[in-house]
């Protein structure tokens, strides 16, 4: 028994030498990637048709959570508005001062002119002020707990600050 | 666990060189690896395991992105300021350009996390693609032919 497992493990050794491959025993390494790996996670999962258990739902909020996902929701807010913007200046005729003529004359109310801009400027603010708090995780700074919750109210803070001084200017 | 015992008494009578170095390959428990089932203890079977060592998979891509990432963040961060100090042509198209590559790389982070399937994220990312260089191609356009980003901030900010 010793004999035929020590031929099998010599021949293991054997090949380990000549094949530059890993040897697993009994095992079959594949070099696949993470994104076959991904696919197909995805096609056994949907083709099982199996029901998605409650998350977003049932899980308790925490404020980090919020503010992430607020992060990415004034992300695509102001993409869209760049893209709005972008495309607007492409496609629509007339030019700027023209357009901003249209809206002088609409004669809103400053109390309206001003929640606008404090509109405008919100979300921008909340996303550079998360973002630079996201820029120092990436230096692998503030990722306790505890600092997670002061650096996500300083960011709140700094955003109603700053919003409402740039709606003032 | 026999096997290991085995191994060694081999590996012991050839002087115990290689055989010791590819010894953590060789016990799976302690592999780590991307293993499709947890395997039980006191197993001793098969497995199929993923193991990618730089030789196998050498790109660099996913690293190289998330770090142009972070510097395109920085450089839009000081281009807000920058913007609004001394607002030129230079800033209005440096501004065109990094606004739209943060938020095509942005938006295409979301894709990837909520569009699954090959053919439905391949074209996913491709309408990202036309709308991102549309977007830059309006920008740069408004540079040009209108006031520029800057001097448009400042307009609307007047009224």
Same mark, same amino acid.
């Given at each position: 028994? =010793?004999?035929?497992?020590?031929?099998? =493990?010599?021949?293991?050794?054997?090949?380990? &030498?000549? !094949?530059?491959?890993?040897?697993?025993?009994? *095992?079959?390494?594949?070099?696949?990637?993470?994104?076959?790996?991904?696919?197909?996670?995805?096609?056994?999962?949907?083709?099982?048709?199996?029901?998605?258990?409650? &998350?977003?739902?049932?899980?308790?909020?925490?404020?980090?959570? @919020?503010?992430?996902?607020?992060?990415?929701?004034?992300?695509? @807010?102001? !993409? @869209?508005?760049?893209?709005?913007?972008?495309? !607007?200046?492409?496609?629509?005729?007339?030019?700027?001062?023209?357009?901003?003529?249209?809206?002088?004359?609409?004669? %809103? @109310?400053? =109390?309206l002119i001003h929640t606008a801009k404090f509109g405008l400027a919100f979300p921008l603010m909340y996303h550079i002020w998360n973002g630079i708090? &996201?820029?120092?995780?990436?230096?692998?700074?503030? %990722?306790?707990?505890?600092?997670?919750?002061?650096?996500?109210?300083?960011?709140?803070? %700094?955003?109603?600050? !700053?919003? *409402?001084? %740039?709606? *003032?200017? | 666990?026999?096997? /290991?015992?085995?191994?060694?008494?081999?590996?012991?009578?050839?002087?115990?060189?290689? /055989?010791?170095?590819?010894?953590?390959?060789?016990?799976?428990?302690? $592999?780590?690896?991307?293993?499709?089932?947890?395997?039980?203890?006191?197993?001793?079977?098969?497995?199929?395991?993923?193991? +990618?060592? +730089?030789?196998?998979?050498?790109?660099?891509?996913?690293?190289?992105?998330?770090?142009?990432?972070?510097?395109?963040?920085?450089?839009?961060?000081?281009?807000?300021?920058?913007?609004?100090?001394?607002? #030129?042509?230079?800033?209005?198209?440096?501004?065109?350009?990094?606004?739209?590559?943060? +938020?095509?790389?942005?938006?295409?982070? $979301?894709?990837?996390?909520?569009?699954?399937?090959?053919?439905?994220?391949?074209?996913?990312?491709?309408?990202? /693609?036309?709308?991102?260089?549309?977007?830059?191609?309006?920008? #740069?356009?408004?540079?040009?032919?209108?006031?520029?980003?800057?001097?448009? $901030?400042?307009?609307?900010?007047?009224?």
């Amino acid at each position: 028994m =010793a004999a035929l497992f020590l031929r099998h =493990a010599g021949r293991q050794y054997l090949r380990a &030498h000549l !094949s530059p491959q890993l040897v697993i025993r009994n *095992a079959v390494p594949m070099g696949t990637t993470a994104k076959e790996e991904m696919e197909r996670f995805w096609n056994k999962n949907t083709s099982s048709n199996r029901p998605l258990s409650p &998350h977003i739902t049932i899980y308790s909020w925490s404020l980090p959570m @919020a503010m992430s996902i607020c992060h990415r929701g004034t992300g695509m @807010a102001l !993409s @869209a508005g760049v893209s709005l913007f972008g495309l !607007s200046a492409l496609l629509l005729p007339g030019n700027f001062e023209g357009h901003l003529d249209l809206v002088k004359a609409l004669c %809103l @109310a400053p =109390a309206l002119i001003h929640t606008a801009k404090f509109g405008l400027a919100f979300p921008l603010m909340y996303h550079i002020w998360n973002g630079i708090r &996201h820029l120092i995780w990436d230096l692998g700074k503030g %990722l306790k707990i505890p600092q997670l919750y002061q650096s996500g109210v300083v960011v709140l803070v %700094l955003t109603v600050l !700053s919003s *409402a001084g %740039l709606a *003032a200017m | 666990m026999a096997v /290991l015992l085995r191994l060694s008494v081999l590996s012991r009578a050839q002087g115990g060189r290689a /055989l010791f170095l590819r010894a953590p390959v060789v016990r799976p428990a302690l $592999v780590s690896a991307f293993l499709q089932d947890q395997p039980m203890p006191g197993w001793c079977g098969m497995q199929h395991i993923h193991l +990618s060592p +730089s030789r196998y998979s050498d790109s660099k891509a996913a690293s190289l992105h998330w770090t142009g990432e972070r510097v395109v963040s920085v450089l839009l961060l000081g281009l807000i300021p920058a913007a609004y100090l001394n607002p #030129c042509s230079a800033i209005d198209y440096s501004l065109a350009a990094t606004l739209t590559l943060h +938020s095509h790389w942005g938006l295409g982070q $979301v894709v990837t996390d909520y569009v699954h399937g090959a053919a439905t994220q391949k074209a996913a990312k491709a309408g990202i /693609l036309a709308l991102s260089a549309l977007t830059f191609a309006g920008l #740069c356009y408004f540079n040009y032919h209108d006031v520029g980003i800057c001097k448009a $901030v400042a307009m609307l900010w007047k009224l």
